[in-house]
């Protein structure tokens, strides 16, 4: 996997041209982004809290003492693996992040 990460060295020296290359200036301050994923995260645990308490989340059962079982729907039987392989190409992508445009 490391083969596929752009290097330490390299990331400190063209973390502005890299982003600006992915597009990716919006996240250089990760700490905004972070802030808006904690306050989903925790309006989301509001909201199951919520739900248990009205007894109304047909995912979520608690034991008798105290654990809790988590009911999932069932996953396709064979998932697309091929979903994921335009971000992990064979062997192209270490070349490409070494090597600048």
């Not at 020296?13 to 904690?38: G, H, I, M, S, W």
């Amino acid at each position: 996997m490391d083969e596929y990460l752009i290097s330490k060295a390299r990331w400190s020296t063209e973390k502005e041209a890299l982003l600006e290359r992915a597009q990716l200036q919006a996240f250089a301050d990760p700490v905004p982004l972070l802030d808006r994923l904690d306050h989903t995260l925790y309006q989301h645990y509001q909201t199951t809290n919520r739900l248990q308490r009205e007894g109304t989340n047909p995912h979520l059962k608690i034991g008798r003492n105290g654990t809790f079982t988590i009911a999932t729907s069932k996953q396709e039987a064979e998932q697309d693996d091929t979903a994921l392989q335009p971000y992990f190409p064979e062997q192209q992508l270490g070349v490409l992040c070494e090597t600048p445009p």
